[in-house]
């Protein structure tokens, strides 16, 4: 199966051939992306394909459930929050999506995580993170109908958690309050075919139509 990859770079498919770089010259020695987008690596949602990107116009960050880490100390590397220094710092990027989707897996593992998380285990010790999320879904769970909904609000929470994490970064928060950077939420909900963005003052997700 993976040989199909090599087939399709054979075939010509996508625009990465030698007849097409003369369309990308300007993206040689430089890049200057109007975003960096922190995405699920679930390999249903791709962004470049959601939203028609061509080379050099988003910086991709992608991480299990779209997570962004509390702020902490350089002795503590992580690879999203040097992505996210990179394209705020080096870059300047104007904005910074994070963008969730339903069915989530990374989520999911979060919702079923047990007490205490055994210290070899990554995606727990990853996933626990969005924590909060859990906790804020479970405050809201007498108006949730389901385990689909109760899913969604734990997505939907973990995108605000995110944002509001971003925050903790000084400087993403240096340039949020001189309007240089601007943060966005994003949710793509599989089984609608459906974006919406958060609404900052009412912290609704709202349909994109
Ligand atoms: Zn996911």
Same mark, same amino acid.
């Given at each position: 199966?993976?040989?199909?990859?090599?087939?399709?770079?054979?075939?010509?498919?996508?625009?990465?051939?030698?007849?097409?770089?003369?369309?990308?010259?300007?993206?040689?020695?430089?890049?200057?992306?109007?975003?960096?987008?922190?995405?699920?690596?679930?390999?249903?949602?791709?962004?470049?394909?959601?939203?028609?990107?061509?080379?050099?116009?988003?910086?991709?960050?992608?991480?299990?459930?779209?997570?962004?880490?509390?702020?902490?100390?350089?002795?503590?590397?992580?690879?999203?929050?040097?992505?996210?220094?990179?394209?705020?710092?080096?870059?300047?990027?104007?904005?910074?999506?994070?963008?969730?989707?339903?069915?989530?897996?990374?989520?999911?593992?979060?919702?079923?995580?047990?007490?205490?998380?055994?210290?070899?285990?990554?995606? #727990?010790?990853?996933?626990? =993170?969005? $924590?909060?999320?859990? &906790?804020?879904?479970?405050?809201? *769970?007498? @108006?949730? #109908?389901?385990?689909?909904? =109760?899913? $969604?609000?734990?997505? &939907?929470?973990?995108?605000?958690? *995110?944002? @509001?994490?971003?925050?903790?970064?000084?400087?993403?928060?240096?340039?949020?309050?001189?309007?240089?950077?601007?943060?966005?939420?994003?949710?793509?909900?599989?089984?609608?075919?459906?974006?919406?963005?958060?609404?900052?003052?009412?912290?609704?997700?709202?349909?994109?139509?």
């Amino acid at each position: 199966m993976i040989e199909q990859l090599l087939e399709r770079y054979r075939h010509g498919r996508g625009d990465y051939n030698a007849e097409y770089l003369p369309k990308f010259d300007a993206l040689k020695s430089t890049q200057s992306p109007i975003a960096v987008m922190i995405s699920c690596s679930d390999t249903r949602l791709e962004p470049s394909r959601l939203f028609g990107l061509s080379r050099g116009e988003v910086f991709s960050i992608r991480n299990v459930a779209n997570l962004v880490p509390s702020y902490s100390s350089v002795e503590n590397p992580c690879e999203t929050a040097a992505g996210l220094q990179f394209a705020v710092t080096k870059l300047q990027v104007p904005h910074i999506v994070v963008l969730g989707h339903s069915n989530c897996m990374g989520i999911r593992a979060m919702m079923e995580l047990p007490e205490s998380c055994s210290g070899d285990n990554f995606i #727990d010790q990853w996933v626990r =993170q969005a $924590k909060p999320a859990r &906790q804020h879904q479970l405050a809201n *769970s007498d @108006c949730l #109908d389901g385990p689909e909904a =109760q899913s $969604k609000a734990c997505e &939907q929470a973990s995108i605000r958690l *995110s944002l @509001c994490r971003l925050l903790s970064y000084p400087w993403i928060r240096t340039r949020v309050e001189s309007n240089q950077l601007v943060l966005h939420g994003w949710y793509y909900n599989f089984s609608e075919g459906q974006l919406s963005c958060l609404e900052p003052d009412s912290q609704c997700f709202n349909p994109i139509t």
